[in-house]
């Protein structure tokens, strides 16, 4: 398989997943309230009109424009890289998070959120997908830890 294939599979699947745990979570939960689960995690039905822990909200058109010139940029960086090892793992990952908060800030105008942590804002699988999308590029960039030669 393909690097752009990979790529390609694992935003997808990132995709696929964050759009069906939100419909899932908007159908069965009533919006604003919430599902405790344990030691003060819950599953809450919440909406976010900015980026990262709401900064920006209400940017409407400019955050979906930013996420498109973002989209773009890393596309870039894909086909320059393609060839560098494990490097479709990140890039399916940040396309994937990015398409899915996208999908739904286009759709409604802002993200559904529904993991919700003590002291800490909620957030849903496309963010997930995105923090680990950048630690994994990070990684492929920067090359596994490389122990010094006797």
Known sequence: MTPAAK????????VATDQAVKALVRSSIERGDGV???????????R??????GMFSGGG?????????ALTALLVFFIR???RPLVWLPVGLLIG??????????REGA??????????PAFNVADICITFGVISLLYVLEGPPRHAEP
Do not use: M
Request: zero cysteines; hydrophobic letters at 60%.
């Open 97 to 106: 998070g990015a398409t899915g908060n996208l999908i739904d800030r286009t």
């Open 7 to 14: 790529a390609a599979l694992v935003a997808a699947t990132a």
């Open 48 to 53: 976010n009109r900015g980026i990262a822990f």
């Open 36 to 46: 405790d689960l344990i030691l003060g995690i819950e599953i809450v039905n919440v």
């Open 111 to 120: 993200v559904t959120d529904f993991i919700d942590f003590p002291y800490w």
């Open 61 to 69: 058109i400019v955050l979906v424009l930013f996420a498109v010139v």
């Open 81 to 83: 890289h393609r060839n």
